[in-house]
């Protein structure tokens, strides 16, 4: 394998490293050029409406944007040398075809590629070719870069029996880059089963249970750009979404999608979606868990229909000078018909007045009047047709349902019977309930209810594609909040069993995938790590057969002796312990995590701040003046840093509810780092850690 500027390898001879680097020059000036044309463009003597021109008008400025060169992103990264030619303009049997993949496509003035988006079917070999399987490519080269400059490259001849097979130095050098800036794209080093994952067709649901550092996230991001790339008039119309954790974490991805070719995906978390009331209270885990749990929708399904009447006498509508009576048996068959079709409420109520219309309509024809569609539509606005339907259908506002349902003990009772005990009816409703819905203590769960008790009255609209990550930590009423917006549409769950944090964490994808309503999707595992280096995974799976014990433990590519170090040191010396810890991790290039309980993130911030050591809050973007962020445990989840100091491992299990949820917290954290993890305690390491 013949490798240029890279580690351990030796320097390449300047002509061909020259070649390439004069192609990527040309490239960015080809793709300045592109932008220049869009720029160029005048729609001042376009036909059509205002609405048209508007529309016109985004999509120009969407391309322009979309065509903007990023100095420090490399245009390409990889190029494929093609046995035979596979373009349609070249003859059959031709020679073969050479292609630079890169990150968007560009082409030349007379339109002839220059790179090939990285998502186009011809680049997919990039990712899958191998010895054993070459896919037609007799030659599959990587690039270097430092910044925006192109300095090694390494080849792989992989239709060359002679030639043996080794691990890629550049990858290696890539995956293991420091870290300054937002969350690192996995673009150039896409493993044959992330692609697999990342090129899965849009109908169908996938499930990724991916243990830490196996790119789970960056898949499922890659994963958005690839469908809107091939599907994009579908999810243009549709819509797709990416659901994280906290505002902190779509923060630290979000610069991710540009760097793709895709400026335009909404990002949200779960709260985010459910935002029908302002949450100012806080549950204990037993609320949170009952909550939380799929049964309330039953609960909340009984207390939307609590108030249908059935008619108990004969409606009688005036109409001009005529009086038409329908009688009560045939408005109870009505009334009861809409109730056991199980539709939503609000469209039971939106039908109920036409079908009463139609009753009388019979009447009129019965009586040799010939009314048409008009009339039914005007008999359906009667008043007493009107006051009928609200007597028989009342109207429900879904956060005022729910508000009579938690601080109303007998309607709580009625409604939950047979589904929830008496203790679990004691644990939900509200101590001290508000007397309104604009003063109630509202909850996160309590908002979750709202958002299906919205449903159970109005259809929630459905998006084409949903990307829901950290997806363990949910309950399953947040799966199914989720579920209705992809319930038309597909989705790709990401998260790690042994990661969920929540008391109410989901136990199997089977069930997160059942609650989310993708019974059918694909569950695939990702165990090889690429991020944490090999002895700190190992350390971290000590803790597996305590809190996942189904997983297998992962394991990493890459193999760091001493990436591991745990100090313990007396209490009153671990302060200046942890300081010293951060200073040490500082010294070397990359960012830095400092790791604690939540209850010590104000006092380890005090004291950074007295030795003189500037920190960053979780998804702030680090910078060569500032890298070191203060990270709370309950935030670590998903984030990543090339060195990370974690500060009493003991609290950090102390600091949740319970012990299984607590070595789930320590797990994440333990399992932050890139390069080197420095663990620092002077309370007894937990016992699960051996």
Known sequence: MHTAASPGAAPLGADPLQLERDHLAASRAALRAMRE??????????????????????????????LAD???????????????????????????????????????????????????????????????????????????YTGGELTAYEDENLSDPAETDTASALLAAEIEKPRVG???????????????????????????????????????????????????????????LVVGP???FLHYIEQVLPALGELDVAQ????????????????????????????????????????????????????????????????????EELTGREIRYGAAAEALPQRIAHAVLLKMEQGGEAPDDRVQDAVARN???????????????PAKLVHRLLSDAAFLAACAEGVLSEEEQAAVLWPKPGRSVRTAPWTAADAVLVDETTDLVRRTPSLGHVVLDEAQDLSPMQYRAVGRRCSTGSATVLGDLAQGTTPWATGSWAEALHHLG????????????????????????????????????????????????ITHVPDGERDSAVVGACR???????????????????????????????????????????????????????????????DEPAAVVAGEPDLRTGLRRLYVSLTRAVSGLAVVHAEPLPAELG
């Open 246 to 248: 906290n505002r902190s």
């Open 518 to 565: 993708k019974e059918g999707a694909h569950v695939e595992e990702l165990t090889k790590g690429f991020r944490v280096p090999e002895e700190v995974i190992a350390y971290a799976s000590r803790l597996l057969p305590a809190i996942a014990p189904g997983l297998a433990p992962a394991t990493s590519v890459r193999d760091a002796p001493g990436s591991l170090t």
């Open 37 to 66: 044309d869009a720029e160029s463009l005048d729609l001042r003597d376009v036909t059509g409406t205002w609405v048209s021109a508007a529309v016109l008008q985004h999509q120009v400025e969407q391309r322009i944007a979309a």
């Open 584 to 646: 040490a991790a500082l010294e070397r290039e990359g960012s830095t995590g400092l790791i604690a309980a939540d209850a010590r993130i104000d006092e380890l911030g005090k004291l950074l701040t007295e030795a003189g050591l500037p920190f960053l809050d979780p998804g702030t973007e680090t910078s060569a003046e500032a890298r070191l962020t203060l990270v709370p445990a309950s935030l670590a989840k998903g984030l990543e840093y090339d060195y990370v100091v974690l």
């Open 70 to 144: 990023m100095a420090h992103t490399p245009l390409f990264f990889g190029r494929l040398d093609y046995l035979h030619a596979i373009s349609e303009d070249i003859a059959e049997g031709g020679k073969g075809e050479r292609f630079y993949i890169g990150r968007r496509h560009v082409h030349d003035a007379e339109g002839d590629p220059m790179v090939i988006d990285w998502r186009a079917p011809v680049s997919q070999p990039f990712y899958r070719a191998s010895r054993t399987e070459p896919l037609d490519v007799e030659k599959r080269r990587r690039f270097g």
């Open 268 to 335: 949200a978390t779960v709260q985010e979606l459910v935002k029908h009331v302002e949450v100012r209270g806080e549950d204990s885990a037993e609320a949170a868990s009952v909550k939380g749990d799929a049964r309330m929708a039953e609960v909340l399904r009984r207390a939307v229909r609590s108030g249908i009447t059935l008619p108990t006498e004969p409606l009688v509508v005036q109409r001009g000078s005529r009086r038409w009576r329908v009688p009560t048996y045939e408005l109870v068959e009505i009334v």
């Open 182 to 240: 937002p969350m690192r794209d996995i673009v150039a080093t896409i493993q044959p089963e992330q692609d697999e994952i990342v090129r899965a067709e849009i109908g169908g649901t996938i499930c990724v249970q991916g243990a830490p550092g196996t790119g789970k996230t960056a898949v499922g991001l890659h994963r958005v750009a690839y469908l809107l790339y091939a599907h994009r008039e579908r999810l243009a119309k549709s819509g797709t």
């Open 383 to 397: 008043a007493q047709v009107k006051a009928a339907v609200k007597a028989y259908w009342p109207p429900v506002d």
